[in-house]
């Protein structure tokens, strides 16, 4: 069972980044994905949630209107595409599994590497 993230980088503030989180070794048709995220010396926090089966996302207020959660059922890919990103979105993300939606990380066993996403000023 194996999640694995890509697509980070170095972007300028206003630019976009798309993401792309691999889902591999299960059936996920039952999970809710995740994108957290963590910034040096900050805990890990919620962006977004998508339902696999229903594709119903949920956001961060902080992300709201600016980042779209989206999956490919037949690919078993999950995206994280962000636009007007901003200095503070700095951080390291990271793709999860879990059986329902979460908004705080504790509960979620399953979990992507990490891809570094950078804004600069």
């Known amino acids: 069972v194996q999640l694995q993230a890509s697509g980070g980088g170095l972007v300028q503030a206003g630019g976009s980044l798309r993401l792309s989180c691999a889902a591999s070794g299960r059936t996920f048709s039952h999970y809710a994905m995740h994108w957290f995220r963590q910034a040096p010396g900050n805990e890990r926090e919620f962006v977004a949630v998508i339902t696999w089966l229903g594709g119903v996302p949920y956001y961060a207020d902080s992300v709201k209107g600016r980042f779209t959660i989206s999956r490919d059922k037949d690919k078993n890919m999950v995206y994280l595409q962000m636009n007007s990103l901003k200095p503070e979105d700095t951080a390291v993300y990271y793709c999860?599994?879990?059986?329902?939606?979460?908004?705080?990380?504790?509960?979620?066993?399953?979990w992507g590497q990490g891809t570094q996403v950078t804004v600069s000023s």
């Open positions: 999860a599994a879990g059986s329902r939606i979460y908004y705080v990380p504790d509960p979620i066993d399953l």
